[in-house]
């Protein structure tokens, strides 16, 4: 059974950074995604970034150019770097991850991930 295990989070000033780590673990495919999601207080989870096995990327329009994933295959870790972040940015982030079919590319619709972390919080202050 896959396991997520998210780290790295906190709470930084607005403007600051923070790079999240996922350690992923029982989850050997071919084809695959693995997002990054975040909730805040009274919203919805929503997708922020994804990369597939092909190392393609998506991101949500508002974190475009702010936020980079990536993953250490070696290490099989998945990160999110987050700068410049601001009080929107302030919520609960998983990570998430998914068997896909081959060249399939991600979305940010968290209907369509099935494995997920338990999260780590992500504090941004004016």
């Known amino acids: 059974q896959v396991q997520l295990v998210e780290s790295g989070g906190g709470s930084v000033q607005t403007g600051g950074s923070l790079r999240l780590s996922c350690g992923v673990s029982?989850?050997?495919?071919?084809?695959?995604?693995l997002g990054w999601f975040r909730q805040a207080p009274g919203k919805e989870r929503e997708g922020v970034a994804a990369?597939?096995?092909?190392?393609?990327?998506r991101y949500a329009d508002s974190v475009k150019g702010r936020f980079t994933i990536s993953k250490d295959y070696e290490k099989n870790i998945l990160y999110l770097q987050m700068n410049s972040l601001n009080p929107e940015d302030t919520g609960m982030y998983y990570c998430?991850?998914?068997?896909?079919?081959?060249?399939?590319?991600?979305?940010?619709?968290?209907?369509?991930?099935?494995?997920w972390g338990q999260g780590t919080q992500v504090t941004v202050s004016s």
């Open positions: 998430a991850a998914e068997r896909t079919a081959w060249m399939s590319a991600c979305t940010l619709g968290r209907d369509e991930y099935h494995s």
């Open positions: 029982a989850f050997s495919y071919n084809s695959y995604c």
């Open positions: 990369i597939d096995s092909l190392t393609r990327t």
